[in-house]
């Protein structure tokens, strides 16, 4: 059974900076890829971004050059760092791991407004 843990969410201004944290427990963190997936009221959950096991990352269009998706395998942890935050990055922040099996955390409120 694998569980996660998301927090870092919160409210910011347009161009603001937040990092969201991902901690996974109960199985071995390191060899499976992880992502970070967003929904927004009344849209469908999309992905942001996602890492291998290797550490090869991979962006939604929308968020290139903006956010940087990272993780330590040391700590069971993977991060997102959201730079230049606009008010349609306005979601649930949801962490992900697949280890042949979906698993989600909690979900994470990100809001950008002025």
């Known amino acids: 059974q694998v569980q996660l843990v998301e927090s870092g969410g919160g409210l910011v201004q347009p161009g603001g900076s937040l990092r969201l944290s991902c901690a996974a427990s109960?199985?071995?963190?390191?060899?499976?890829?992880m992502g970070w997936y967003r929904q927004a009221p009344g849209k469908q959950r999309e992905l942001v971004a996602d890492?291998?096991?290797?550490?090869?990352?991979n962006y939604a269009d929308s968020v290139k050059g903006r956010f940087t998706i990272s993780r330590d395998n040391g700590k069971n942890t993977v991060y997102l760092q959201m730079n230049s935050l606009k008010p349609e990055d306005t979601a649930v922040y949801y962490c992900?791991?697949?280890?042949?099996?979906?698993?989600w955390g909690q979900g994470t409120q990100v809001t950008v407004s002025s």
């Open positions: 992900n791991i697949n280890t042949g099996r979906q698993y």
């Open positions: 890492i291998s096991s290797s550490g090869r990352t």
């Open positions: 109960g199985r071995a963190f390191r060899i499976y890829p």
